[in-house]
């Protein structure tokens, strides 16, 4: 059995173990509500974070399309990039799938081959969290930039109607 | 230096340990609102006024301010009964907990509305309780210290009254008024934020949030006159302070100012010239806002006034209101009790279809897409739905007048009947439950925006939806908060959709007598759209 055999295998058990593994970075009370919630509407970082993960789970064995990997990143980094974490702590959530995979695929460390499998991953991981930082600094610069767009054209949430401002510039 | 090891003992991927009752925040940028400048803290009269930031390491209070909180709280347990109640009742059942925009979006416990109301509650138990006196902190009490103050400020700024929570509450706490009653007791040592004091005291200067003075106020109605001539071939009028007119309209004054705002603008103005209305707007009540709301009762009762005060001078007979959130949060469950009963008004009829609106007979206020909506019923306007074809359109229940006062069919009908494609977001994020923008109750600063687009997720997360199932294009709201905050919510969430106001649709569908042929929609945009809205697959 190769080692994509056995991620495929244990796909649904790794996923649920990096998902909780995430989860357990915000405080309990969220972590449960994140975990247990299954509305996508009413716990939209649970439903995002799982579908991400599925995501880039599945595109690090299979080689998935790079515009899918990097729509799940956004996803997930988009929603990190909001919240009181730093970024450290938001691309650790890509570096958590190496833990969980050292705990649960349970290799035979004997066969070079899987080995080799497995550091090739490993790299790919690594690639991941590298386009995961890339991504939290294009989601915090779209922050800074709608903010600078409303400071801008302030008047107490009010973006001043270009209209009136061509007139009055005449 | 640091040792490689102990640089990386810094990033920490486990929550700090601690429980609710320490008081712990942290000031960071972009996730607070600036205080209000002392010139606007002195217009309004304001105690203990003095320039001040939150991040402030000394919040310079006076010195015997635990003494006016505690007074301040009696006092407001003497006056609102609601308020000795909602500190009595809650049995911290957690049906509220899960609730909150924010505490969805940021994961933070002190954004579930039940510990937020804890932080007020356990000082509440501290003070003017037996057994919090008695046993402190095993009876879930709390002394009154900076700290604690400090979190006040910062939690009760995170929440956006938008009242969500308490359509889940069995016991029917108006979480919404906690935040208000702290918001209430901070103003008492001259805690307050820019957002809110400036516009309320713009609004005493000028008549309205914005600042703007009359002369401007009708400056800009001659554009949206010039505007509309441009568009139709006709030249309408906008009766400004018209003594005897019917009906007051307002709006709030983003209508007149802002953009997508000013689109929903010429919307009215176009309905009201179509039908030949007899009405007028006021250059004194020139905002149907009332940010005083977000600050106290006090002030909330002297905005509010001035609309009364104006229909009165102007003699109409009754006020028709434009779309506006907490306008109609303070029309239908405050007013009165601040101005009313309102009985030099008459109860307002439709002079067009003659319906009598019943509801209103108090407060003699009437919505204006209850009015639309009327006139659609009756067949009175003739609509060319085609016009918005550009548009595949969902709508967001605005919170106030969702929860406030129950207006969900009105707006959607007027949709559906100016719009061809018109999607429903997740039946769980309308109506009564829907999800707030994330920036109202004066917390759409821009400093303030990584809390914004934190709270805003899960509304944004629904539009997400339709967006991709159905193409949604367009977000269609009646609050001018909602109009202001939701385009960079999108922008960051959802790019690609924009938003408007429900009359922008009107006004886009409206074929009025005598018009020209209409090429642009009202933003400009060429109407010849064919395909943009085909069905999506």
């Known amino acids: 059995m190769g080692l994509k055999d056995i991620l495929v295998e244990k796909r649904s058990e790794i996923l649920n173990a990096w998902s909780d593994m995430i989860m357990d970075t915000y405080p309990p009370d969220a972590a449960v509500f994140y975990k247990t919630e299954k509305d996508r509407f009413l716990n939209p970082v649970g439903y995002i974070v799982n579908e991400g993960i599925g995501h880039i789970y599945d595109g690090l064995l299979n080689g998935g399309s790079a515009e899918t990997l990097a729509y799940a990143i956004d996803r997930i980094i988009r929603v990190m990039a909001v919240q009181d974490i730093p970024p450290s702590k938001a691309v650790s959530f890509v570096f958590m799938l190496k833990k969980v995979l050292k705990d649960l695929i349970g290799i035979d460390t004997t066969n070079n081959v899987i080995i080799q499998e497995l550091n090739d991953l490993y790299d790919r991981i690594e690639e991941t969290a590298l386009v995961a930082f890339d991504v939290y600094m294009g989601c915090r610069e779209d922050i800074s930039r709608i903010r600078m767009d409303e400071i801008r054209q302030h008047g107490y949430g009010a973006t001043m109607n270009p209209h009136i401002l061509k007139r009055r510039r005449g | ?537």
């Not at chain 2, 009696?74 to 000795?84: E, G, I, P, V």
């Not at chain 2, 049906?95 to 109301?117: E, Q, T, W, Y």
């Not at chain 2, 949030?209 to 106020?217: C, I, K, N, Q, R």
């Open chain 2, 1 to 537: 230096m640091n040792k490689p090891e102990e640089i990386v003992k810094d990033i920490e991927l486990t929550p700090k340990k601690g429980d609710w009752m320490t008081p712990e925040v942290e000031f960071k940028k972009g996730r607070y609102c600036y205080g209000a400048p002392l010139k606007h803290q002195q217009y309004l009269e304001l105690p203990n006024p003095r320039e001040w930031q939150p991040s402030d390491i000394d919040w310079r209070l006076p010195d015997n301010w635990q003494e006016i909180i505690l007074k301040g709280m009696a006092d407001l347990l003497k006056k609102n009964r609601s308020f000795r109640l909602f500190m009595d009742i809650c049995v911290r059942c957690g049906a509220c907990a899960d609730k909150c925009h924010f505490f969805i979006g940021s994961g933070d416990p002190k954004n579930m509305p039940v510990l937020r109301a804890e932080l007020l509650r356990s000082v509440y138990r501290r003070y003017f309780t037996l057994q919090g006196r008695l046993l402190g902190r095993l009876a879930g009490a709390r002394d009154l210290t900076v700290e604690v103050l400090k979190e006040w400020f910062y939690y009760f700024y995170q929440c956006t009254e938008c009242r969500r929570c308490s359509v889940y509450c069995p016991y029917g706490i108006d979480t919404c008024e906690i935040t208000m009653i702290g918001r209430e007791l901070l103003n008492l040592v001259g805690c307050n934020i820019q957002w809110v004091v400036e516009p309320a005291s713009n609004c005493f200067r000028t008549g309205n949030h914005l600042g703007v003075p009359p002369h401007a106020f009708k400056e800009t109605f001659d554009f949206a006159i010039d505007e509309i001539k441009d568009l139709t071939g006709i030249k309408i009028e906008a009766p400004i302070n018209r003594k005897g007119a019917e009906i007051l309209f307002v709006a709030p004054s983003a209508d007149y100012f802002a953009s997508p705002h000013w689109f929903t603008f010429l919307g009215y103005l176009m309905l009201f010239h179509e039908i030949g209305l007899d009405y007028t707007w006021s250059a004194y009540a020139s905002e149907g806002g009332n940010f005083g709301l977000f600050h106290s009762m006090e002030l909330a009762k002297r905005l509010n006034a001035k609309i009364y005060a104006e229909a009165k001078r102007l003699k109409v007979k009754w006020i028709l209101g434009g779309e506006c959130g907490h306008m109609w949060r303070v029309i239908h469950q405050y007013m009165d009790t601040f101005n009313g009963p309102a009985d030099f008004l008459e109860v307002p009829v439709s002079p067009i279809t003659g319906t009598r609106f019943e509801h209103a007979k108090s407060t003699k206020m009437v919505h204006i897409t209850e009015f639309t909506a009327d006139l659609i019923y009756n067949n009175i306007l003739n609509l060319d739905k085609s016009r918005n074809d550009k548009w595949r359109v969902t709508f967001h229940d605005s919170c106030n007048p969702a929860r406030s006062m129950g207006l969900f069919e009105e707006p959607r009908f007027i949709i559906k009947n100016t719009c061809n494609h018109f999607y429903e977001m997740p039946e769980n994020t309308i109506k009564e439950r829907t999800f707030c923008c994330g920036s109202g109750a004066g917390l759409g600063a821009d400093e303030n925006i990584e809390m914004r687009l934190r709270g805003g997720l899960p509304r944004a997360n629904a539009v997400d939806y339709v967006r991709k199932k159905h193409g949604v294009n367009m977000l269609a709201c009646i609050c001018a908060i909602d109009k202001a905050a939701l385009p960079p919510l999108l922008e960051y969430w959802v790019p690609g959709v924009e938003v408007c106001g429900v009359h922008e649709l009107v006004g886009n569908a409206l074929i009025m007598k005598g018009e020209k042929q209409r090429e642009t929609n009202l933003r400009g945009e060429p109407l010849n759209t064919e395909g943009e809205a085909e069905e999506k697959e």
